[in-house]
Structures are given as C-alpha cells and as structure tokens.
C-alpha cells in the first residue's frame, strides 16, 4: 500500500516558468548584441555550472562570458535581458497555487538547479512563495541535480521518506535521477497530464 503524500518537490524552469537562461535565450542574446554565440556558448558551458552552484557571482558569470572584451553596450542593459527571459507558462502556477490552498496539509518544496541572482528574480517577480514552503536551490546547497545528494538533502529537509513525496521535473533524466533515490517522480509535459497525476494520488 503506498503511504500518504505529505510533500510535493517540484520544479522551476520548464513546469512553472520558462527556463532562466536556456540556450534559446542565449541564442537571442547573441542575436540581440551581436556576440559570437558559438564562443559564448563554449564559454558559458565552461563557466555555467560554478555560477549555478553559487560559487562565482552574476558579474563573474558575465566577466568569463560576456564581457571577457569591450562591448557597445552597458552591462545592466544585457543583465535586464537575461532577467527579461523569465516568462510564466501558462496557467500551471494558477492551478498549482489554488491546488496547495485546498491541501494545506502537504508541504510544497523546490528542487531547483538554478543561479543565485536568477533564482532570486524569480522567487520574487513571479511570487513563488505563494506555492512553494521552502527552496532546495542548487546556488544554495552547492550540488546540483543530477547528484543524488540534492534530493537527499530535500528529504532531510522536509523530514520525509522517498515514497512519502512525488517530484515534478519536465527533464526525464532528473525524473529518473529522483527515482534512484526512491522518490515518486513524474515527467512534467504539460498542465493537464500533471493535474491527472496528482489528482490520483491524492
């Protein structure tokens, strides 16, 4: 018999809103201030992971990516578009807010890989604190999924066993990576495939 739901670990990027700084966005930056996106992308791949796990700043991000050259434009401006990537998606966090209101009892907690500034920006713009309790974020805890020890730590932090939560993520290897640890974990595809699941298991 499966034990009672008493967390839900979600996602950010790709279940709630759109990813921070994805390679579309990137590839639109490039675009926009005409950097050599092959280069930037060599050097965010070299560098991305440290910012993420918040051992190096935004400006040490940018310093390493961005501005490794003069540039024809302020610095502010290219943080306002890289900030300006963050879109809700539609309808999911509506639902998810109005769901955690009726279910009071179960704890809602991130596991998030994101960068510290980034990860901030989105927390406040978009309210986050209205569904999520708590924030397992990787520029906080520095490991990021898929390294098991992120989702234990999320466990430990939540007080719960594996089979006493389920975890939403629209990225299949970090579904299976939460599974390895024995958490009840589900592709995020879309609003209504996630309502279905949740609704069965509550």
Not at 23 to 31: G, I, V
Not at 32 to 37: A, E, Q, R, V
Not at 43 to 57: A, Q, R, T, Y
Not at 62 to 67: E, P
Request: charged letters at 30%; one cysteine or more; a negative charge.
């Amino acid at each position: 018999m499966e034990k009672k739901i008493k967390v839900l670990f979600s996602d950010i990027g790709g279940v709630l809103l759109t990813n921070g700084w994805g390679h579309e966005s990137r590839m639109a930056a490039a675009r926009k201030f005409n950097i050599d996106y092959e280069e930037m992308d060599l050097l965010h791949d070299f560098i991305f992971n440290v910012w993420e796990m918040g051992k190096i700043s935004l400006d040490d991000y940018l310093d390493t990516v961005v501005f490794k050259e003069p540039r024809d434009f302020p610095r502010e401006e290219f943080k306002e578009f890289m900030y300006a990537q963050s879109v809700q998606l539609p309808h999911t966090l509506p639902w998810m807010i109005d769901w955690k209101n009726h279910h009071e009892n179960i704890k809602v907690i991130s596991i998030n890989n994101e960068p510290r500034e980034l990860n901030e920006y989105r927390i406040n713009k978009f309210m986050l604190h209205d569904f999520f309790d708590a924030f397992v974020s990787s520029c906080e805890v520095a490991m990021r999924k898929p390294d098991p020890g992120i989702f234990l730590l999320a466990l430990g932090i939540a007080q719960v066993k594996p089979d006493e939560c389920i975890y939403f993520d629209d990225r299949v290897m970090l579904v299976e990576a939460a599974r390895k640890v024995g958490i009840r974990a589900y592709a995020h595809k879309d609003l209504e495939s996630t309502k279905r699941i949740i609704e069965s298991l509550m």
